[in-house]
């Protein structure tokens, strides 16, 4: 069953209401850099869209893992109040009962997924889900599944994820490998 925009925007909303309800100064930010290096008051990212063939902001590099008609929404906030970032992401119409593992990104989508840069890390150094935002996820039966995540840390304003990017596998913890999760698959812009 396909889920029109609008209830996919609103289940992410709700997904992050989920998480804390989100208050009231919350404003977009469009990922540019900040004259300040202080952490931004209140920060909300996202990004919703079809991977399509001929997109530009939802790119997918493997159609296997990620079928035509597969669609994203994420909702990231940094919220002063409580001092954390709650992230939300939903998909559909992704291969049924399979995970993929999902990181924040430094760098836009590009034609290559290596363009994307490397993860988004609260502070340079380890890979792990508290100083990164991992949204790994597992499908149901019709593709669909969602996640959500919390991170003790406020995004800064002179240093925003730019784009999430979905793997082939679920993210690695042992310590050699963590953060590890395979080919990536597909990526989506952040706004």
């Known amino acids: 069953m396909r889920v029109p925009a609008l209830l996919l925007a609103l289940l992410t909303a709700g997904c992050a209401q989920t998480a804390g309800t989100p208050s009231a100064g919350t404003t977009p930010s469009s990922g540019a850099a900040s004259n300040s290096p202080a952490a931004s008051p209140n920060?909300?990212?996202?990004?919703?869209?079809?991977?399509?063939?001929?997109?530009?902001?939802?790119?997918?590099?493997?159609?296997?893992?990620?079928p035509e008609g597969a669609r994203a929404s994420i909702l990231v906030e940094s919220e002063?109040?409580?001092?954390?970032t709650r992230s939300s992401l939903v998909v559909e119409g992704f291969l049924s009962q399979r995970t993929y593992g999902a990181h924040l990104h430094t760098m836009?989508?590009?034609?290559?997924?290596?363009?994307?840069g490397p993860?988004?890390?609260?502070?340079?150094?380890?890979?792990?889900a508290k100083n990164e935002i991992w949204l790994d996820?597992?499908?149901?039966?019709?593709?669909?599944?969602?996640t959500a995540a919390r991170n003790p840390w406020l995004?800064?304003?002179?240093?925003?994820?730019?784009?999430?990017?979905?793997?082939?596998?679920?993210?690695?913890?042992a310590p050699a490998k963590a953060g590890m999760a395979g080919d990536r698959v597909a990526c989506l812009t952040l706004t």
């Open 43 to 66: 920060t909300a990212l996202s990004a919703s869209g079809d991977f399509a063939p001929d997109a530009t902001q939802a790119i997918v590099y493997n159609r296997k893992l990620v």
């Open 80 to 84: 002063s109040e409580s001092g954390k």
């Open 108 to 116: 836009p989508c590009g034609a290559k997924p290596d363009d994307a």
């Open 119 to 128: 993860h988004y890390q609260h502070r340079a150094g380890k890979a792990t």
């Open 137 to 146: 996820f597992t499908t149901d039966g019709t593709g669909a599944a969602s």
């Open 155 to 173: 995004l800064t304003g002179d240093s925003l994820p730019r784009s999430l990017v979905i793997h082939a596998q679920r993210t690695k913890t």
